[in-house]
C-alpha cells in the first residue's frame, strides 16, 4: 500500500479508537441505589359541637327581668341575652378555626337582632359571624356565646308596629345555628 494512501486509513482509526474510548469513559461510573422507608402519622380531627342535650341550645336572657316588667322567661322589646355554645377541639390534633351564625331562625321578631358581642356592636350578617381559634388539644370545652337584642325602641312609629305585630302572635322563636371549624395550616417554626 502505499503511504499517501495508508495515511488518512490510519488517522481514521486513530479517531475510532478515540471516540470508542471516550464512549467508554462516559459510561464507566459507580452507581449505587439505596432505599430508606419514613413514616408521618396524620393528625387527627375530632372538633365538636359539645351541647350536652342533644344538640340543643338554651338561648339565655342576660339579666334578670323585674316580674313586674316582663313574665319569667319571656322576651319583648327592651330585653337581651345570648345563646352559649359549646364546642371542642379537646381531640383534635391540629389548630382550628371555627365560625358560628344562626342559620335558621323561624318567629324571629323583625326587630331582632344577633350580635358577636355582648355591646351589640357587631351584627350577625351573612359575611359576619362569631370566629374564634382552638389550639390543638384544647384541653377544655370553650363556652362561645351568640348575642341578641330586641331593642325597645328606635323613634320611628314603623319600628313600634313591627313590635307590635310580633307581640300580638305570641309565638316562640327556634334557632338552628351552624357550627364550622376548619383546620388552621400549619406553619413552619423557622
Excluded at 327581668?65 to 327592651?78: C, H, M, Q, R, S
Amino acid at each position: 500500500m502505499n503511504k499517501k494512501k495508508a495515511a488518512p486509513i490510519v488517522v481514521l482509526v486513530a479517531i475510532a479508537v478515540t471516540a470508542l474510548g471516550l464512549a467508554a469513559a462516559v459510561y464507566a461510573k459507580y452507581v449505587s441505589r439505596i432505599t430508606r422507608t419514613g413514616s408521618a402519622t396524620v393528625a387527627k380531627w375530632a372538633f365538636t359541637e359539645d351541647n350536652s342535650s342533644e344538640g340543643t341550645v338554651t338561648c339565655e336572657l342576660d339579666r334578670t327581668y323585674n316580674t313586674n316588667t316582663l313574665v319569667d322567661g319571656k322576651i319583648a322589646p327592651g330585653t337581651s341575652g345570648y345563646c352559649p355554645i359549646e364546642i371542642s377541639n379537646a381531640n383534635t390534633e391540629v389548630a382550628v378555626d371555627f365560625e358560628i351564625a344562626p342559620s335558621t331562625v323561624t318567629n324571629q321578631p323583625e326587630n331582632l337582632k344577633f350580635y358577636t358581642d355582648a355591646a351589640h356592636q357587631n351584627e350577625i350578617t351573612g359575611s359576619t359571624k362569631v370566629t374564634g381559634r382552638l389550639l390543638p388539644n384544647a384541653a377544655n370545652t370553650t363556652t362561645v356565646n351568640v348575642y341578641w337584642n330586641w331593642a325597645y325602641e328606635d323613634g320611628t312609629y314603623a319600628y313600634d308596629t313591627k313590635d307590635t305585630a310580633d307581640g300580638a302572635t305570641g309565638s316562640t322563636m327556634t334557632i338552628t345555628f351552624d357550627v364550622i371549624g376548619t383546620q388552621v395550616q400549619p406553619t413552619p417554626t423557622n
